[in-house]
C-alpha cells in the first residue's frame, strides 16, 4: 500500500514540475521511467543522473544537472516518508 502512495505522490511532483513547459501531460513516459527507477536509487546525485538522461533521451533537450538534483531529493523525501510511515 505505501508503494502505491508514494508512487502516485512521485507522479504528482514529477507533472508539476515540468520542466520544459509543455504541460503535465507530457511526460507519462519519462515520469514512468523515472518513478521504476526511483525504487532501486537512493542515492539523490544517481537519480538526478537517471532523470537527465531519460528526459533528454525523449525531448532531446539538456536540464541543467542543478534541477534535476533538487527534484531527485525530493523524489527520494517522498521515498523515504512512505517507508517510515506505519
Not at 50 to 70: G, K, L, M, R
Request: charged letters at 25%; hydrophobic letters at 45%; proline letters at 5%.
Amino acid at each position: 500500500m505505501e508503494n502505491i502512495k508514494m508512487n502516485r505522490t512521485a507522479v504528482h511532483l514529477l507533472e508539476s514540475w515540468d520542466p520544459f513547459h509543455l504541460g503535465p501531460e507530457c511526460y507519462d513516459t519519462e515520469i514512468a521511467d523515472v518513478v521504476a527507477a526511483l525504487q532501486s536509487i537512493d542515492d539523490p546525485s544517481a537519480l538526478a543522473k537517471t532523470i537527465q538522461e531519460t528526459y533528454e533521451y525523449s525531448f532531446e533537450e539538456w536540464i541543467p544537472f542543478e534541477e534535476c538534483v533538487a527534484i531527485s531529493y525530493k523524489l527520494i523525501a517522498i521515498k523515504f516518508e512512505a517507508k517510515c510511515i506505519i
